[in-house]
Structures are given as structure tokens and as C-alpha cells.
């Protein structure tokens, strides 16, 4: 009997190993474990999925730059991956599909490091949506405690990492990876279609989508602590194309959004006080908040013709814009101020006193071929109620004292000083 339980145990190690040397191989999520080999694991064709969070977690304090911006799938396709021309370089950490608990986990982790001068995160409501509190890929990331070789252990074990292997895999030998979602060039009304799809499960969606108080809190709790820290806390709303935005308004959520406005105003000003920045990246002191929302220019850009094939100047569709637009946003928060009528600086300006411009630019769109359209297809929709089938989750006791724990390990101001010196 004991022959063939070590037999058996033998068994099982071998397999457990070939197991995560496979996984680790492949390294289906670009951490770094396996080479790259032509034909066979070369392209990472799964790692902007869910993958993009273990990716996130192990590059970070790997990566050069000073200064990680982060945020959902509109900052991840919004923003090239790296920016060279930004003071000590910039690296997109965005996730997709994020919400305000992977992003505080997230801010924690980058805090640890002493090289890291700002921090930049995109904000909407859906960011502080009370549903879902993570991503099945958050737990074997580095992001759920901050150790890397755990976080290592976790993915190269994981059941998830050997069907992504097998994919990686199986689409390089074939050639057949998926297309990436957002293209230069489309099929005729690809594009198209995409704009006038949007609308309506998008009003859905905010008819019933709830924000969680809890959830502001809980990242909040960590962008002060980096401020106390010296690091440079940058927050920016997202500009999306008026064929979204308009939604949120046809679902009654108009004075939601302004007092959103007005509650993260409140909230970057009192991280203003919470220290000094060590090293600035952009004008305006510890915290700075801008506003890119509210049907501003770049947002009620005409819509793609039904036959274009060529992609749109500034979004991909309503909810995700081009980087160059995410370029321009970077160039307004280095300026400080607004440029050709683009952005609103609300650590600077009450949120309230820019409300009735908001509206006035809503009405104007309306008032076009486009908005016209877009309001003959939200009408019948909106009467309809959406509060059922919404599922609020809290945040456990145990998870605020994970992340009080990460924030306790965050570098320190003099830690800061002496990396930015170096």
C-alpha cells in the first residue's frame, strides 16, 4: 500500500509539475516566465483580456516611468501604452472592465514604489458601480495582496492560465488570433453599426446601474495615502462621444452625474491637503481634477458614415476613444488650462457653476441630424424602469484590512525624496 501511495504522490507531483512548467512556458499573460519562440508563444493573444490584470500587477515596479495612468478599457485603448514626453516618463496601467476596488488595490501597489512621482486615474460613475467587486483573474494577481512571487505561484497554478496557454498556443501555430477590437480600418458599416448599437443597452444599463458610496471610500483611502506621501494624484473624467453620455440623461441620471461631479471635486480637494508633492508632474499642486465629460467638443463629433471603412477621428465607439485624443487630454493637465474649449479643471472651478454649460451643449447637440436620431431611439425606451436585477456588493471587513495593509507599505515621502535625487 505505501508503494503505491508513493507511486501515486509521484504521480501527481509530475503532473502538478508539467502542469505549471507548461503554464509558466507559455506565459500566456506576458509576465516574463517564458520565452518568446515564433510560431508557438511569440504573440500574447489573450493577455488584453483578463489577463491584462495579472500583466498590470507584475510590471509594476518594473516598468521606468514615473508615472502610471490607470482606469477601465477607455484608458487602456484611450492612451498609448508608453509616453515618452511626459516628466519621467508614463506607462498605461489601465484594466478593463476596473472598478474603484481593483484600482485602489492597483494605486496601493504602484505606491510601494519610491520612484513613482504621479498617479493618473480615470474616473466615470461606473467606476463606483456597487455590482461586482473584481475580475476572475484579480485573485491570482499580484494586485489582490502585492507579492509578486505568490502572485507568480497563483498564476502559473491556475486552471485559467493552462485555457489561456492552450489558446496562446493553439492561435499561434494557426495564425488565427482575434482580431483586435478597435481597428484602423473596419468592413463596410462595421464601425457604423457599432455607434448606433450603443445607445440603448447603454440607457439600460444606467436605468438600473446603483454607485456605491462604500466604493469611493475604499479607493479614496488609498489615493490619500500617496498624497501623504508625496505623490501627485491626478484624476480625470472620461470624455465620452455624446452617443453614450446621452444615455446616462435619458435614464434620469442627469442630476446623479453632476452631483458625481461635484462629490469627486469635494474629494480631490481634500486630498489637496493631505501633503505636498515630491515631485510634480503637472500643474495645480497634490491632487488635481479634471473634467472631460459633458458633451465638450471632441464628444459630439458627427458619427461614421453607414458605409465608412476607415476608422472615426476620435472614437472607436461611444464608450472608448482613439489615443489621440487621450494625448490631448495629457497635454491639457501639463498646461493647466483648457485648450480650444477642452476640459475643466475642477480643483480650480465649484462644479456646479459649469452645469448649466453642460446642459446648453447638451441641448445644442440635440438640436443637430445626429442628435435628433439618437433622441427617436432612446424615446421609447425611456419609461422603462431598470431597478430590478441590479446586485449591490459590499466590501467585507477582511478586504478594507487587506487594503490598510498595502496602504501601510506604500514608500514614504523621504524614501520618495531620495529616488527622486538619485
Known amino acids: 500500500m505505501q508503494r503505491y501511495t508513493r507511486l501515486f504522490l509521484i504521480i501527481l507531483a509530475v503532473a502538478l509539475g508539467l502542469f505549471a512548467g507548461f503554464n509558466a512556458f507559455v506565459d500566456p499573460y506576458d509576465t516574463g516566465t517564458g520565452p518568446r519562440i515564433a510560431g508557438l508563444t511569440a504573440e500574447k493573444t489573450r493577455v488584453h483580456e483578463d489577463g491584462r490584470r495579472v500583466q498590470v500587477g507584475h510590471a509594476i515596479g518594473q516598468v521606468s516611468a514615473g508615472t502610471l495612468i490607470t482606469g477601465s478599457s477607455r484608458t487602456v485603448d484611450g492612451f498609448p501604452m508608453e509616453v515618452a514626453d511626459w516628466p519621467g516618463g508614463l506607462w498605461n496601467a489601465g484594466i478593463r472592465g476596473s472598478n474603484a476596488f481593483e484600482l485602489a488595490h492597483m494605486a496601493a501597489i504602484a505606491g510601494h514604489e519610491a520612484s513613482l512621482r504621479c498617479f493618473i486615474v480615470g474616473l466615470d460613475m461606473a467606476e463606483f458601480a456597487s455590482g461586482e467587486k ?12 502585492g507579492r509578486r512571487w505568490l502572485a507568480t505561484a497563483r498564476v502559473t497554478l491556475s486552471p485559467n492560465t493552462f485555457a489561456r496557454a492552450v489558446q496562446t498556443v493553439q492561435e499561434n501555430m494557426t495564425g488565427t488570433a482575434p482580431l483586435p477590437p478597435f481597428r484602423e480600418v473596419y468592413e463596410p458599416g462595421e464601425q457604423y453599426r457599432r455607434f448606433i448599437n450603443t445607445p440603448l443597452p447603454t440607457l439600460a444599463y444606467y436605468q438600473s446601474m446603483r454607485t456605491s458610496a462604500e466604493r469611493m471610500d475604499f479607493l479614496f483611502l488609498t489615493l490619500e495615502a500617496l498624497a501623504r506621501e508625496g505623490v501627485q494624484v491626478i484624476g480625470y473624467i472620461h470624455p465620452v462621444h455624446a452617443w453614450n453620455e446621452e444615455s446616462l440623461f435619458a435614464a434620469g441620471r442627469a442630476q446623479d452625474y453632476f452631483d458625481f461631479r461635484a ?26 481634477l479634471w473634467d472631460f465629460s459633458g458633451y465638450q467638443p471632441p464628444s459630439t463629433t458627427p458619427l461614421p458614415a453607414p458605409d465608412q471603412t476607415v476608422s472615426h477621428d476620435v472614437y472607436h465607439e461611444p464608450a472608448h476613444y482613439l489615443p489621440a485624443l487621450g494625448l490631448q487630454m495629457l497635454a491639457v493637465m501639463q498646461a493647466g488650462e483648457p485648450m480650444d474649449g477642452f476640459g475643466i479643471n475642477l480643483s480650480q472651478t465649484d462644479p456646479r457653476h459649469s452645469e448649466a454649460g453642460i446642459l446648453e451643449r447638451r441641448e445644442a447637440y440635440l438640436a443637430t441630424q445626429d ?47 531620495a529616488a527622486s535625487t538619485d
Open 263 to 288: 462629490d469627486m471635486a469635494r474629494r480631490f480637494a481634500a486630498l489637496a491637503e493631505a501633503g505636498s508633492p515630491v515631485n510634480a508632474c503637472v500643474p495645480g499642486g497634490t491632487a488635481v
Open 371 to 417: 442628435g435628433e436620431a439618437l433622441q427617436a431611439m432612446l424615446a421609447p425606451a425611456r419609461t422603462q424602469q431598470g431597478t430590478r436585477g441590479w446586485q449591490s456588493v459590499a466590501i467585507s471587513h477582511a478586504e478594507r484590512r487587506s487594503l490598510i495593509a498595502l496602504n501601510g507599505a506604500i514608500a514614504s515621502r523621504e524614501a520618495r525624496l
Open 134 to 145: 473584481y475580475k476572475p483573474a484579480f485573485p491570482i494577481s499580484r494586485l489582490a495582496d
